[in-house]
DNA sequence: CGACCAGTTGACGTAGATCAACCCATGTGG
DNA sequence: CCACATGGGTTGATCTACGTCAACTGGTCG
């Protein structure tokens, strides 16, 4: 499995050497995907999960004419490890840019499992943050406003970048487009622009080509009311 | 723990004698809560954890002057089950009109599950479901109209009540007020009034008192676009 | 009896959707 | 090497679903 994923767990959670070794073991194959590749649709028995490696992954469903993403993902993200046990997939996995991810057997997960029991609650907490983020998505997603959910969602990524140590000069790679952002977001493509320049002029928020910077990270996350409490970031300090 | 977890549990997973067994002698006490108790609030580190015997609980969050409700749950969820593993609430956990849980210590799990593995995978299932219906509702409060999320909200109760049981005649008891509703799906307790009158006036929908009634539940499921497949209900088929 | 709360209704205000151009960079085929 | 198509981004005009405000109803409870 990869690095990027065996050193977040390592800093979340503390690995033993021989869990580390056992992690490192695990057959598995690496696959590159395209801009828009699609890795498991909705309806879909996966018998496998990806870990992310390099690049971003989104979920989305299609509800009614239109699209909506339900959340991304950066390296050391396993966004389909739920399939182990809800194997059919209630969504579609998708790459944006171009990206790369470990893809590994669901036996061979179980067996690691089976080896190393402590792995499980190591993985199972995986999961729990994931739900934790849904869970705040929830939240604001029905009662923020357009600027506030934006503004969150980039101080989000800020946060779980910097967790692998992709968020460098206060700079990322980020090669969705604002209508990828409005889809999360959920609003429309051309209001989510306007939001967008709003936050440019506030001096918060530099998007040019693929790469997002936020000069002022403090001020955005206190202008998006954003708390990283939900990240469980205070892992780190292990 | 309580019979009505444990029953779900067989008929999601099914479970061997013994590790109903083992179930059944988890040390816990029971807790009678009053119509608003809280149980745990934002910021609270837990050391339980509580498998909901009868009534309703929801969990919440304070978004600037606003309340959003992230989750309702029915009797044999076990609503901050993720504590184990992230002992610090990122919301408050409240129960509606009058309701009773089982308390189980954090150790009593952690050794049940060190006595029974293979508890945890279906422990963990359950996790997954959670996340399963907020990611659903992070497509509906992201991408449909106050109509669809109304009525999916009902259609979802309604499946999930059956599966504990407690759906019968079409009806169930609903101690939550409109406005609690209206937390729900992102909407202000006007405007869900008026959609419930929508609801009314097409006789999907009968709400009196504490009472709630679907006499025609597959127009309703058809009007709300209602597919229960995130719910994993299949497994009822065991 | 008044206080309070859920529900209901009407009038009005607004955040954000929709529609329709237009710009610009990139890519493609003749 | 140009002609044109395509896809992101941007802008302005208009529309609408939903929020807000305010008032009134009818139960319930002390």
Same mark, same amino acid.
């Given at each position: 499995m990869h690095d990027r994923l065996i050193a $977040?767990?390592?800093? %979340?959670?503390? @690995?033993t050497s021989d869990e580390r070794a056992a992690l490192n073991s695990v057959p598995h194959k690496v696959r590159t995907l395209g801009d828009r590749e699609s890795?498991?649709?909705? #309806?879909?028995?996966?018998? /496998?999960? %990806?870990? @992310? *490696?390099s690049g971003f992954l989104y979920r989305q469903r299609i509800i009614g004419d239109r699209r909506q993403i339900l959340s991304l993902h950066v390296p050391g993200d396993i966004p389909? @490890? *739920?399939?182990?046990? @809800?194997?059919? *997939?209630?969504?579609?996995l998708i790459s944006v #840019? =171009?990206?790369? !991810?470990? %893809?590994?057997?669901?036996?061979?997960?179980?067996?690691?499992?089976?080896?190393?029991?402590?792995?499980v609650h190591i993985f199972w907490r995986e999961t729990l943050i994931d739900a934790a983020i849904f869970r705040h998505w929830v939240g604001n997603l029905g009662a923020m406003d357009a600027f506030h959910r934006v503004g969150q969602l980039?101080?989000?990524?800020? !946060? $779980?970048?910097?967790? %692998? #140590?992709?968020?460098?000069? /206060?700079?990322?790679?980020?090669?969705?487009? =604002?209508y990828d952002v409005a889809s999360v977001c959920g609003l429309s493509k051309v209001h989510t622009n306007r939001t967008i320049q709003v936050l440019r002029k506030q001096r918060l928020l530099i998007w040019r080509?693929? *790469? !997002?910077?936020?000069? /002022?990270?403090?001020e955005l996350e206190a202008a998006a009311e954003f708390s990283a409490d939900y990240l469980q970031r205070k892992a780190k300090s292990v």
């Open positions: $977040r767990l390592q800093s %979340v959670a503390g @690995l890795i498991l649709q909705e #309806g879909d028995k996966a018998s /496998n999960c %990806v870990a @992310l *490696m389909d @490890l *739920m399939t182990l046990y @809800l194997p059919t *997939m209630d969504h579609d #840019g =171009q990206s790369t !991810v470990a %893809v590994a057997p669901h036996s061979a997960l179980k067996s690691l499992f089976e080896k190393h029991p402590s792995l980039f101080c989000e990524l800020a !946060v $779980r970048l910097e967790f %692998v #140590g992709l968020f460098e000069k /206060n700079s990322f790679s980020f090669p969705l487009t =604002q080509d693929d *790469m !997002v910077e936020l000069p /002022n990270r403090e």
